[in-house]
């Protein structure tokens, strides 16, 4: 078992480039979770979706955006990134809304 | 406007000594609370959950409680080591989804 894996861990854009985070379970986990970890802010919830083909806003989803057309995976889309943006991405899943398994992280800094 | 508070200082403790952690809520109405425990670099682990009708949780050195009245948690590690050195997050159940607090930096010293 991997549990939660994410592609790729580190990466450097130019504003305005776009890019799409990976993120794969293999616990046959229904919900699916992207946060974001700044300094002092701790984690903060991007999108999250209940089961596959569903997709809900979090607290902070301006700028991004999610699909799960499968129930292992679950994108992170930066459709033309911002300086504000360059955060570490962490993915997580559940099996319903209460313990979640996270993956290792991505760092993404933005110039 | 919803808050959830951690102890805002690093802890620093001598090997051994208990750590205590609080996690303090507003405008929260919680089924539950989590502890995740974060290395640098890392993805947070899960530790503990406990339900708004348990006062108190235990797993091996780690004690969890939770006042719903104070709206508060705290978190209790028991004879610490130097390997419990990390950032401990709270969470609270949120219409289904977890909101997070920043997390307290507990160091043990050997």
């Known amino acids: 078992n991997a549990g939660v894996t994410q592609t790729p861990k580190f990466r450097v854009l130019k504003t305005g480039q776009s890019m799409t985070l990976l993120c794969a379970q293999d616990?046959?986990?229904?919900?699916m979770y992207w946060y974001r970890q700044d300094p002092g802010m701790g984690l903060r919830l991007i999108h999250y979706?209940?089961?596959?083909?569903?997709?809900a806003k979090g607290e902070v989803p301006d700028g991004y955006n999610v699909s799960r057309l499968k129930k292992q995976n679950f994108l992170l889309g930066l459709e033309s990134a911002a300086p504000s943006q360059t955060s570490v991405y962490f993915c997580?899943?559940?099996?319903?809304?209460?313990?979640?398994?996270f993956g290792p992280g991505t760092r993404l800094t933005v110039l | 406007s919803q808050k959830i508070e951690q102890n805002s200082e690093a802890l620093n403790i001598q090997e051994g000594k208990t750590a205590t952690l609080t996690c303090n809520y507003t405008n929260y109405s919680p089924a539950y609370l989590q502890w995740y425990r974060q290395d640098p670099g890392r993805g947070p682990v899960f530790l503990l959950l406990i339900r708004e009708n348990e006062k108190e949780k235990r797993k091996e050195r780690l004690k969890v409680t939770f006042d719903t009245t104070l709206k508060q948690s705290l978190f209790h590690i028991t004879a610490s080591q130097p390997a419990d050195s990390a950032t401990y997050l709270c969470?609270?159940?949120?219409?289904?989804?977890?909101?997070f607090g920043a997390g307290t930096t507990v160091t043990v010293r050997a």
């Open positions: 979706s209940v089961g596959e083909g569903t997709t």
């Open positions: 616990m046959n986990h229904e919900y």
């Open positions: 969470a609270l159940e949120d219409d289904y989804k977890l909101s």
């Open positions: 997580a899943s559940s099996v319903e809304s209460d313990t979640q398994y």
